[in-house]
């Protein structure tokens, strides 16, 4: 039977099969994905071919059909292990927060980065507008001024007071959409909000970290009354880069994709080679500093939650 993975708790895989109706299934030995080395062979969003188990109904995963994309993480402690967020996707969303925890800049380039070399158009949905002070207002405008001026869409949203959800359900209408971000900034309240009933469980932030409580486990795709899909993930604290070499990572942040054939070398790596006019663009303010330090962080391996 062929079906639709729609949620994965680590051992056992939900299953939409083609029949409507769904299945818990496993996989068998050692299952693994050609040239993916990852603590999760299958993902949620992947298509698969699975049997029946006999007299029982649960099933066994024995083929995973070729993705259209994915969306990947590495840890950054000590493990260095690999896991596919969410697999088939028309786009992805990033929750960001400017407090109760703050998304650091860099964090949002290196999600964006993910989703550019994986061609997933990348959104930015701002939360937590309720808690805006005037100040914070004016750094939410230079945060979203940074994106949008290289393409980049920017959503302003209060998922606690209801602000502008039409607006984020207009744009997950009948797509397959990923919702990341870190554990806090209020993806279970957002999805909540989209789909009244899902009933997601949310938690408070830890007084003494200012950091989120993980409060979805697992990954898991939620049908959306209006049409469409959404795979709510857990909180990631922090996201390694993965599979993309140094000459290629200039290729992955917009701005200087449209500059780099300009440069005197063909080869430049844009850090310190003369005639870069990569580097020129930083000097003069074309490329946000902010945005040549993320690049600068990655290719030299820095794995951070910054």
């Given at each position: 039977m062929r079906g639709l993975v729609t949620k994965s708790t680590g051992s056992w895989y939900q299953v939409s099969g083609e029949d409507g109706e769904q299945y818990d299934c496993r996989i068998k030995g050692k299952f693994r994905t050609k040239d993916i080395k990852t603590t999760n062979p299958?993902?949620?969003?992947?298509?698969?071919?699975?049997?029946?188990?006999?007299?029982?109904?649960?099933?066994?995963?024995?083929?995973?059909?070729?993705?259209?994309?994915?969306?990947?993480?590495?840890?950054?402690?000590?493990?260095?292990?690999?896991?596919?967020?969410?697999?088939?996707?028309?786009?992805?969303?990033?929750?960001?927060?400017?407090?109760?925890?703050?998304?650091s800049l860099g964090f949002i380039d290196r999600f964006l980065v993910t989703a550019e070399a994986y061609d997933i158009p990348a959104i930015l949905v701002f939360n937590k507008l309720d808690l805006f002070s005037e100040e914070g207002l004016e750094i939410l405008q230079e945060y979203k001024s940074i994106y949008e001026n290289i393409g980049y869409p920017c959503y302003e949203v209060s998922a606690i007071e209801g602000t502008n959800i039409d607006a984020i359900r207009d744009l997950l209408k009948d797509k397959v959409s990923l919702v990341s971000g870190h554990s806090g900034v209020g993806k279970s309240t957002l999805v909540n909000r989209i789909v009244p009933g899902t009933e997601l469980r949310t938690g408070n932030i830890s007084d003494w970290s200012d950091q989120g409580k993980h409060t979805t486990t697992f990954a898991e795709m939620i049908g959306l009354p209006f049409g469409g899909k959404l795979i709510d993930t857990p909180g990631i604290r922090e996201l390694g880069i993965v599979d993309i070499e140094k000459q290629e990572l200039s290729h992955f942040f917009p701005e200087m994709r449209q500059l780099m054939n300009k440069c005197k070398f063909n080869n430049c790596r844009h850090l310190n080679e003369p005639g870069c006019v990569v580097l020129e663009a930083v000097e003069e303010g074309d490329i946000e500093s902010s945005r040549y330090d993320s690049y600068i962080s990655i290719y030299n391996n820095e794995d951070t939650r910054r």
């Open positions: 299958i993902a949620v969003g992947d298509w698969v071919h699975f049997d029946l188990e006999p007299d029982q109904a649960s099933g066994v995963i024995n083929v995973l059909e070729p993705r259209k994309n994915y969306i990947i993480r590495k840890s950054v402690n000590l493990s260095k292990q690999t896991q596919i967020i969410g697999a088939n996707l028309d786009q992805a969303i990033l929750v960001v927060t400017l407090a109760s925890p703050p998304t």
